[in-house]
């Protein structure tokens, strides 16, 4: 039998939170001012650079949004899936598995139809985007509906991996989760006087308090704080991304959250935290800009360069963050050419001081971009 008042969903004034907005007012001046600065530099970008810098924030988001969960999903995909659904016209798209393109629709559902209420339907069809095939033999799950857990086993919140799961709280019980997901819909779609990026952190909080399905409740927590986020950016391209900030910190992140399920309604150090990891998200974004501008200047620099399909496919995955060393066996793997035909090409790149030997051992030879086409 769980405590009376072991958690803040069980106090008598849930859910009212409050915090001390003296205690926040620096963070969120820093916060805004760095803000208006991505919005600022990225309003004197091109369409093609904002597109391909949004590409790389929303491909990083839906990512590592699913790897704080466990579930590891193919950047490829995963970048070609939001390209096409953005009607983005990029190279190399590759085919896209069900789960995959349930995710990025999910988020961009969230982020670009920011300014759309939410709602139970809403967040059924998410779900149903989540698990695309349902559960599996193991867990069957229940699938575009609240969950429906017995009074007697409680919705834990876990992390870690199986066998060896951390739990930091117990959810409110299914019987509940009408009442509290009308609540927690009418404060949302509640315009009011509330500083938005605070809501976002209010919201983010308060779904994954309620955890009200059985599974993605992290998922959706993180979509719609990306939702609110949109709303206070006043805009639905994306060039930051706290998921990819809290999969760097989630450690802290679990702490920060069950601390707070074990304290009281006064959220100040839940907020404290959600707005430092924001800022530290928005300053992230300075190296995916960096790089964004390094692949423009770089296809600028080569325009006249005499290159082949396949030369211009690796120059692309390594500006986009090809994993481990490029070697000429990998480049024959991935353009489908033949060992000479990968050496050809890498030795052409050499020549024309595009790629720089890395490292030298016969097939083991590792290649990559010269300093000078990154700058």
């Known amino acids: 039998m769980r405590r009376i008042n072991h958690y803040i969903h069980q106090l008598q004034t849930w859910p009212v939170f409050h915090w001390d907005k003296e205690k926040l007012a620096d963070q969120l001046t820093t916060l805004h001012y760095h803000q208006g600065k991505i919005l600022g530099r ?4 091109g369409f093609r650079l904002r597109d391909e810098a949004m590409l790389q924030t929303l491909s990083l988001d839906v990512i590592k949004s699913s790897e704080i969960e466990g579930e590891i999903l193919n950047p490829k995909q995963v970048r070609s899936s939001i390209a096409r659904h953005l009607g983005l016209n990029i190279a190399g798209l590759v085919p896209s598995d069900s789960n995959v393109d349930g995710v990025v629709e999910m988020m961009l559902n969230a982020t670009q139809q920011y300014r759309a209420p939410l709602a139970s339907k809403r967040l059924f069809s998410w779900h149903k985007l989540l698990f695309p095939k349902g559960g599996n033999k ?10 429906d857990n017995p009074s007697d086993s409680p919705m834990q919140v876990v992390s870690g991996p199986l066998g060896r799961e951390s739990v ?13 997901m009308a609540a927690f819909f009418d404060w ?23 955890h009200p399905f059985d599974d993605g409740n992290g998922r959706m927590a993180r979509a719609i704080t990306d939702l609110q986020l949109a709303r206070a950016d006043g805009s639905p391209q994306r060039f930051y991304s706290m998921s990819s900030q809290i999969r760097i910190e989630r450690n ?7 601390k707070t399920q074990h304290g009281s309604l006064d959220i100040t150090g839940w907020l404290s935290w959600f707005l430092g990891c924001l800022d530290r998200a928005m300053q992230a974004t300075d190296k995916t800009l960096a790089n964004v501008l390094s692949k423009a200047r770089f296809w600028e620099k080569h325009s006249s360069a005499l290159l082949n ?14 994993e481990g060393n490029l070697t000429s ?27 720089v030997k890395e490292s030298a051992g016969g097939r083991s030879t590792s290649y990559a971009l010269s300093a ?4």
Request: with cysteine; proline share 2%; glycine share 4%.
């Open 252 to 258: 802290e992140y679990y702490d920060a959250l069950e």
């Open 329 to 355: 066996t990998k480049w024959a793997k991935l353009t489908k050419c033949s060992h000479d035909t990968a050496l050809r090409d890498i030795t052409d790149l050499t020549e024309k001081h595009i790629l």
């Open 42 to 45: 990225m309003e004197g970008l």
């Open 188 to 210: 949302f779609n509640n315009t009011g006087n509330l500083n938005p990026v605070v809501k976002a952190g209010v919201a983010h909080l308060w779904f994954i308090t309620v």
């Open 138 to 147: 193991s867990h069957a799950l229940t699938i575009g509906t609240w969950r």
């Open 372 to 375: 000078y086409n990154i700058k």
């Open 309 to 322: 399909e396949r030369q211009r496919k690796m120059i692309n995955l390594l500006f986009d963050g090809f």
């Open 168 to 180: 930091h709280f117990e959810a409110p019980d299914s019987a509940c989760l009408q009442k509290e």
